[in-house]
């Protein structure tokens, strides 16, 4: 069983930047950041795996940036430039194997409880 736990959502002006953080308690191949507004499908934003490969969805490229620290399995999403449209709840997620990437939510084998970030204009 592979726990995850997010934090770092919150409110913040367009424009402006926020980072999140997954605790992860035991190393998994493929680890993402998925959003769900609100009337909305939850969407993939960001996949990293194998410590340096990474994927994005068009909205959030050249705006956020997915990292992974080796030393305390901490996943992270840099989120800059946030519009209006990036409020949701993002959950942190992990899967076993590949495919990884940012279209693989049904292969996800692992949930992190959620974290809300609002985005003012």
């Known amino acids: 069983q592979v726990q995850l736990v997010e934090s770092g959502g919150g409110s913040v002006q367009a424009g402006g930047s926020l980072r999140l953080s997954c605790g992860v308690s035991?190393?998994?191949?493929?680890m993402g950041w998925y959003r769900q507004a609100p009337g909305k499908e939850r969407e993939g934003v960001a996949a990293?795996?194998?410590?340096?490969?990474?994927a994005y969805a068009d909205s959030v490229k050249g705006r956020f940036t997915i990292s992974q620290d080796k030393t305390s399995n901490t996943v992270y999403l840099q989120m800059d430039s946030l519009k209006p449209e990036d409020t949701a709840v993002y959950y942190c997620?992990?899967?076993?194997?590949?495919?990884?990437?940012?279209?693989?939510?049904?292969?996800?084998?692992?949930w992190g409880q959620g974290t809300q970030v609002t985005v003012s204009s």
């Open positions: 997620a992990a899967k076993r194997d590949s495919p990884c990437g940012v279209n693989e939510e049904r292969g996800v084998n692992y």
């Open positions: 990293i795996w194998a410590w340096e490969y990474s």
């Open positions: 035991k190393y998994t191949y493929c």
